[in-house]
């Protein structure tokens, strides 16, 4: 990039959208800033040319910039040039005039249409390392005159994006710590690796599966929260070592598949889908155990249970056989079958686990163990 003659002069492929022109380039990192200051945010919607920023995303994705430096994926940033601007081919024959240079005046108006918020990470990633400025990020180019054109472009660039599965968004991370972990526990607990959804956060009438990724990655979460806030209540100044964070990982794993192996075991439906002697939809339909509020219940009962019963847990834990898990008991009612359907509220969490915690004869435990009385539901 240069700015001899008081003019940007970007290295570009020239392409065809809908019969107009745009160009494709590659800027520098540390350039972003200056090529693309940012409106007032006191300006109204109607006099922007794209949302507002949504400042708690920021820290995020420049945090994944910094701890990735090497390794980072970053999509293109689409912007409009309010300007008159010239293509120089650097020939006139075939791919050549398709490829050249742009001069663009230095007082020209470059617009973010999409990918404001990766722009704003950068800035605040090259505070903590400056070396990401000398990276390049993809630049789409359109020619928009005008806060009207700008804001049809980013209206078009956004009205087709689909948030991406959370199940999905598991599968595919294979950095993250919790992914990882999740993805093992599932691959060594017989019932989640045949029977989880790994793809999709909604499983239809006729799929063969049980279980989503996403609900199994809260469901183990929630068992291992006592582990997680203990390694959080250590001092700022403690650093584990690798190998200490990698034993901490597999212990984390260990304990999650002989948990969830265990309460497989407790529930016989789960085995009679995993061997075929019935469909996963009839279970899905008839039964509550494998809904993702119930999952999660299970995951807090156990941390619950490996905390005040670490030798015998597993024998509590056998009590499951005797619930009733149809969704016609009316013990549910109020609790996580809200108007005639399953509720997935924190606070439905909340009530299934304290149900549970007291079929297993655990909430009077815990009482008794806090030194305080725990009344039984209903008495």
Sequence with gaps: MSTLSFEYILPVIRGIQGGREYYVSMCPVRFLPKLFPFESEDLPPEMRASRTLNQSRIPEIADYLVRNSTSYT?????ASIDADITFEAVG??????????LRVPMDAKFTINDGQHRRAAFEMALQQNPQLGYETVALILFMDIGLEKSQERFADLNSF??????????????RDDRARLVKAVVKQVEVFRCLTEMERGILNGRSPKLFTLSAIDRAIMALLSNIEASQQAKPSRYRATKQEKEAEFVQKIQLAVSYW???SSFIPDWQLVLHKQVAAGEIRRDFVHCRSVVLESLGEVGA??????????????????DVDW????????????LRGGISKSRASVGWMTD?????LGLGTAEGSRAGRPCHNQGG
């Design 74 to 78: 970053c999509g293109a940033i689409a």
């Design 92 to 101: 006139n024959e075939g791919q050549e005039r398709k490829i050249g240079c």
């Design 161 to 174: 994006q689909v948030p991406l599965e959370a199940s999905l968004s598991l599968l595919y991370n294979h």
């Design 261 to 263: 192996n265990a309460v």
């Design 304 to 321: 619950s249970l490996r905390s005040v019963f670490p030798e015998s847990w597993e024998e509590r834990l056998a009590l499951l056989r």
């Design 326 to 337: 149809s969704i016609s008991n009316p013990d549910w009612e109020g609790g996580i079958l």
């Design 355 to 359: 149900y549970l915690k007291n079929r």
